[in-house]
Nanobody, 128 residues
Framework: QVQLVESGGGLVQAGGSLRLSCAAS?????????MSWFRQAPGKERAFVAA????????SYADSAKGRFTMSRDNAKNTVYLQMNSLKSEDTAVYYCAAKHVPRPDQIATEISEYDYWGQGTQVTVSS
């Protein structure tokens, strides 16, 4: 089991920045664990934002996040981050951290169904 706790959400003006964190505990980084961020806006389905491999060498971003968001990880701290810059009102959503044990250190995935563990979410609100 892996437990995930997100933090760092809040209210920010359009054009501003936020850094989300996701702390993992349990059966964490002693295995290969790929991590992702998803988000869910009101009235919409949960959608992929960014993913990172256990090694950190592989990343993937949704088109809406490319050039503005950066996902990183610190395996020593069992934590992943999502640096969000140039925020827009359409980035308003609950952001969820997700994880899955995988056999390869460079493996990532972008589908919700690929992930076994989820955090409770953190609210990001961007005012225009």
């Amino acid at each position: 089991q892996v437990q995930l706790v997100e933090s760092g959400g809040g209210l920010v003006q359009a054009g501003g920045s936020l850094r989300l964190s996701c702390a993992a505990s349990g059966r964490t980084f002693s295995w290969y664990v790929m991590m992702s961020w998803f988000r869910q806006a009101p009235g919409k389905e949960r959608a992929f934002v960014a993913a990172i491999s256990w090694s950190g060498g592989s990343t993937s971003y949704a088109d809406s996040a490319k050039g503005r968001f950066t996902m990183s990880r610190d395996n020593a701290k069992n934590t992943v981050y999502l640096q969000m810059n140039s925020l827009k009102s359409e980035d308003t959503a609950v952001y969820y951290c997700a994880a899955k044990h995988v056999p390869r250190p460079d493996q990532i995935a972008t589908e919700i169904s690929e992930y076994d563990y989820w955090g409770q979410g953190t609210q990001v609100t961007v005012s225009s």
